[in-house]
Nanobody, 128 residues
Framework: QVQLMESGGGSVQAGESLRLSCAVS????????MSWFRQAPGKEREGVGS????????YYAPSVKGRFTITLDKANNTLYLQMNSLKPEDSAMYYC?????????????????????WGQGTQVTVSS
């Protein structure tokens, strides 16, 4: 099957940057969408950004657009999340997710309910 492993989290101050990595192994050729999600304590898991393996279009949540950048390195089976100008409200556990389907239910590419493969998460803490 597919295994995802996030890394790169840590504790930073507001305005600083972090780069998260998601190493993908297993049946990577079966994947369609790969995305980043985050979840703060007591809050629902929310989509951060998404990449599609078969084109170059990237999708971002309004709260991170312009600050975060997703890169999909298909040759090395790695998904990156470059996070700049971090804010305290960005503090959360960040998860890498993937799916194999090409069609959507009621959700979409930034809905966690649409994804079946998940990593263990990496913690990001931003202090003011």
């Amino acid at each position: 099957q597919v295994q995802l492993m996030e890394s790169g989290g840590g504790s930073v101050q507001a305005g600083e940057s972090l780069r998260l990595s998601c190493a993908v192994s297993g049946a990577t050729s079966s994947l369609s969408y790969m995305s980043w999600f985050r979840q703060a304590p007591g809050k629902e898991r929310e989509g951060v950004g998404s990449a599609y393996r078969f084109d170059t279009e990237l999708y971002y949540a309004p709260s991170v657009k312009g600050r975060f950048t997703i890169t999909l390195d298909k040759a090395n089976n790695t998904l990156y999340l470059q996070m700049n100008s971090l804010k305290p409200e960005d503090s959360a556990m960040y998860y890498c997710a993937a799916r194999t389907a090409f069609t959507w239910n009621r959700g979409g590419r930034l809905s966690f309910r649409e994804y079946g493969y998940w990593g263990q998460g990496t913690q990001v803490t931003v202090s003011s």
